[in-house]
């Protein structure tokens, strides 16, 4: 009876990882919107953003994800191998760690009246 749970396993996987793919449109024209695009609006349109911050002055930044590098992948290989008379095969699977990830966010910067003051695209 392993099967059903397995099963409920993949798909609560594959639905999390659907829930966390970007909302942002890359080719946005944030320009357009300085000055009359708010807090509030970014988002209702946005959602949460994966990085906050407040400045001393009262105003505010957050960050939303405009694309994720992969952060580890996955191997499969199989091979045979001979020795005098004797032969064998072999099967190996493994995982590798990839380098720092190199994902890009939007970076919305709001002044104390909440509206957009300036934007930039950025990469940690």
Known sequence: M???SVLVVAFALLFASCATKPKVDPNRDWS???GNYSY???LAELGR???TGEQSDGSRFAEWVLHRSPEFSFGFGA????????SSVGVGAGTTVS???HDEYLRLDFGTNELLNAWTKIRH
């Open 99 to 101: 380098p720092p990830a």
């Open 79 to 86: 091979g045979t191998g001979t020795f005098g008379p004797h």
């Open 2 to 4: 392993k099967t059903p």
């Open 40 to 42: 509030a609006q970014a």
């Open 32 to 34: 357009a919107l300085i």
């Open 49 to 51: 953003p994966c990085v």
